[in-house]
């Protein structure tokens, strides 16, 4: 099993950013998982500029289809006293396939003080509960899931995952990686029947400055409230495995069937 640690590992650096190879069992379908390409932009955002601040928020442009040998390239968009802009390009020889613009920012000081984020109301998987592991072919392989019986709806998805190979990572890389690991909630209009889904654009929101959990267990949801036209919209959560709401999001959904 190639790990993101193994993939971080081999790349080749350069001016500005890195060369490397997205293997097999990163793939969905014909193109990287969303969440592999968002971790690799992520590190090379890191890589061009000195103490940057921490990631608050990526937007993120699924454009082409990403496989085996990779440029990543970043650029600084502008840095200020405060926020740093820096883009992200991914291209293989199908040309570009991602394109994310990163907001680093330290915390400021506020008058304003709200945290209306509903903590999670389920525990992490306990030694006894039985984990599903995709197959070794498909980007599942690389990670730990456990799935509750009772379904939270009709187009809702809620599931605990937890990357198998995690060691040595950065936690913004890892909060990435693992951030888009649920299907799209709009598979769960078809029943059992299989449609082609993918993401098109995905808007990720960091709610704290160093993401921490136990075991490596992290609370996934996503819920579709708009499907139609071979469209969908959803919103995205993450929490830790107290319970507590780290990330927010939204991705937008092209629906083949």
Known sequence: MNTLRDILAAATPT???????????????RTAYGGLSSALALHAAQGIEPDLPPLRSAQVSFIGPLAGD??????????????AFIQSDITSDAGLGYRATFVFMAPQQSRVDLDAAAPATRTPPTADDKLYVGPP??????????????????????RWARLRDRSALDPMVEMLAIGDALPPAAFKLFGKEFVPLSSLTWIINLLTPEPRTTDGWWLLA???SFARGGCSSQTMAVWNADGVKVAEGMQSVAIFG
């Not at 001016?15 to 490397?20: H, L, N, P």
């Not at 990779?70 to 926020?83: E, F």
């Not at 939270?152 to 998805?157: E, M, Q, S, V």
């Open 70 to 83: 990779i440029t990543v390239t970043a650029t600084k968009l502008r840095r200020g006293r405060n926020a």
């Open 137 to 158: 072919e498909f980007f599942t392989g690389n990670f730990e899931f456990f799935d509750y019986k009772d379904e939270p709806g009709a187009a809702t998805w809620l």
């Open 222 to 224: 996503a819920e579709s």
């Open 15 to 29: 001016d500005t950013g890195f060369t490397a190879n997205i293997p097999a069992n990163w793939l969905q379908g």
